[in-house]
């Protein structure tokens, strides 16, 4: 072979080199890790949130009917809000060693009914009795003036009116943050809860998108949590009280 062969042949063989080595790393990019990271995201959400009291629509309708019994008001604005703190119908959350608020809820706002916040009191204790640290409050009572510009930018935030309207509206309502909690507070929560569903004396959820236990809270509750202490019962033993066989209730879908 001459010198002119043999140079064509070395230039050849590069440009092979080269162009299988072009092709074998573009086939690397495409296809080793955006698929294994999106799928190994997907299989951590289903991981993260696998609730016990999941978001409903027959929730929502429990809640408003659970209102409508006690012909509470939706609250409109600012100036009906005064008006029930003014005459204690609403009182106010009182912050302490087992219960914080997300700092970002206005202080005008950190008011609920005297029920729940009976039920807010004996669950912040019994909490900070088993881990040793506080529930955080991160919503109450609002207002339908209120409502109306939170659904403006969370499309998942319940409508001010109609028979799935919030019932933060009438204040019988708060949201207690989940983020942040190991699995382990987490379940505890669900299990403190879970008798109370099946007395019907709370209807919890656990919203997906904004992480918090979503609990409006019957009237009735002071009325058992009083007969518990007269008993000499304290409030977390409800399970021993949760009715035969609905342990499976909790789920709402």
């Known amino acids: 072979m001459d010198k002119k062969n043999r140079r064509n042949a070395v230039l050849l063989m590069l440009l092979t080199f080269a162009v299988c080595g072009q092709a074998f790393g573009l086939h690397h990019n495409i296809v080793r890790r955006p698929q294994r990271t999106g799928i190994?995201?997907?299989?951590?959400?289903r991981l993260r949130w696998n609730p016990l009291f999941r978001p409903s629509r027959d929730s929502l309708l429990r809640q408003n009917e659970e209102i409508d019994r006690l012909e509470l008001p939706r609250i409109q604005d600012d100036d009906e809000l005064e008006n029930l703190k003014a005459s204690e119908d609403l009182?106010?959350?009182?912050?302490?060693?087992?219960?914080?608020?997300?700092?970002?809820?206005?202080?005008?706002?950190?008011?609920?009914?005297?029920?729940?916040?009976?039920?807010?009191?004996?669950?912040?204790?019994?909490?900070?009795?088993?881990?040793?640290?506080?529930?955080?409050?991160n919503s109450a009572v609002r207002t339908v003036k209120i409502q109306k510009k939170l659904r403006?930018?969370?499309?998942?935030?319940?409508?001010?009116?109609?028979?799935?309207?919030?019932?933060?509206?009438?204040?019988?309502?708060?949201?207690?943050?989940?983020?942040?909690?190991?699995?382990?507070?987490?379940?505890?929560?669900?299990?403190?809860?879970?008798?109370?569903?099946?007395?019907?004396l709370i209807e919890p959820e656990e919203e997906r998108r904004q992480w918090v236990f979503h609990?409006?809270?019957?009237?009735?509750?002071?009325?058992?949590?009083?007969?518990?202490?007269?008993?000499?019962?304290?409030?977390?033993?409800?399970?021993?009280?949760?009715?035969?066989?609905a342990a499976g209730g909790g789920n709402s879908q």
């Open 40 to 45: 190994r995201r997907a299989h951590l959400r």
């Open 91 to 137: 009182v106010p959350i009182i912050a302490n060693q087992s219960l914080r608020f997300d700092p970002r809820l206005d202080p005008d706002r950190r008011y609920c009914r005297p029920w729940t916040r009976d039920f807010l009191e004996d669950l912040s204790q019994a909490y900070y009795k088993e881990f040793r640290n506080q529930i955080q409050v």
């Open 152 to 200: 403006r930018h969370n499309r998942n935030a319940a409508p001010e009116t109609g028979e799935t309207a919030s019932s933060h509206l009438a204040g019988v309502t708060v949201d207690i943050q989940r983020r942040g909690m190991s699995r382990q507070q987490i379940k505890w929560m669900q299990q403190y809860m879970l008798p109370l569903k099946n007395l019907g």
């Open 215 to 245: 609990v409006m809270v019957s009237d009735r509750y002071t009325d058992w949590r009083e007969s518990r202490m007269l008993a000499g019962e304290p409030p977390e033993q409800a399970e021993s009280e949760a009715m035969p066989g």
